[in-house]
T-cell receptor
């Protein structure tokens, strides 16, 4: 079974621009979560989508948004980029969202904001 | 709010020696606890998890962890480390793995260095 895939793997943007990252979950998985990883703040939860609906949201400004499609693929968007948005963005998927399920992480998209 | 503390930022261990990585958590209810490993340039791989039952859990790659409610700890151990174990290790807590009000809460990580 193919793992979680994220595209692109690397991205360079300038301040003020917007960016869209994509995540394809493991086949059959309906839950997709997004995390931001930075050296200073570590790993922080952004949001989770399940069956095309945002189920949970972390403490991030409204510039960070996401969506999920009917095939469970998910995108996250960051508008009006700031230097502090430079980070590794990780996507994770799991099946039906049951508490007993393991989250499987993708390799991440490394975003650099100049 | 839930939180995770990994007191050791870096740990250096000789190859073949035993390892223990510390993790303390704060959570208002029964926690779900996890250890993940991250190699350079890679995503996170689950080593093991604890939901309930036996407080000593076995994971992949020869790792184990013990849940101690009285100490709010979930320390990771390995009897004999290999050079390939060099990586960043993260402890995480959640009431609902991957879900719940705040998703998973991660510690800041422990960087493991293996000396030959």
């Amino acid at each position: 079974k193919a793992g979680v895939t994220q595209t692109p793997r690397y991205l360079i943007k300038t301040r003020g621009q917007q960016v869209t990252l994509s995540c394809s979950p493991i086949s059959g998985h309906r839950s997709v979560s997004w995390y931001q990883q930075t050296p200073g703040q570590g790993l922080q939860f952004l949001f989770e989508y399940f069956s095309e609906t945002q189920r949970n949201k972390g403490n991030f400004p409204g510039r960070f948004s996401g969506r999920q499609f009917s095939n469970s693929r998910s995108e996250m968007n960051v508008s009006t980029l700031e230097l502090g948005d430079s980070a590794l963005y990780l996507c994770a998927s799991r099946g039906t969202g049951s508490p007993s399920e393991t989250q499987y992480f993708g390799p991440g998209t490394r975003l650099l904001v100049l | 709010a839930q939180s995770v503390t990994q007191p050791d930022i870096h740990i250096t261990v000789s190859e073949g020696a035993s390892l223990e990585l510390r993790c303390n958590y704060s959570y208002g209810a029964t926690p779900y606890l996890f250890w993940y490993v991250q190699s350079p340039g890679q995503g996170l791989q689950l080593l093991l998890k604890y939901f309930s039952g036996d407080t000593l859990v076995q994971g992949i790659k020869g790792f184990e962890a013990e849940f101690k409610r009285s100490q709010s700890s979930f320390n990771l151990r390995k009897p004999s480390v290999h050079w390939s174990d060099a990586a960043e290790y993260f402890c995480a807590v959640g009431g609902d793995p991957g879900g719940g009000a705040d998703g998973l809460t991660f510690g800041k990580g422990t960087h493991l260095i293996i000396q030959p």
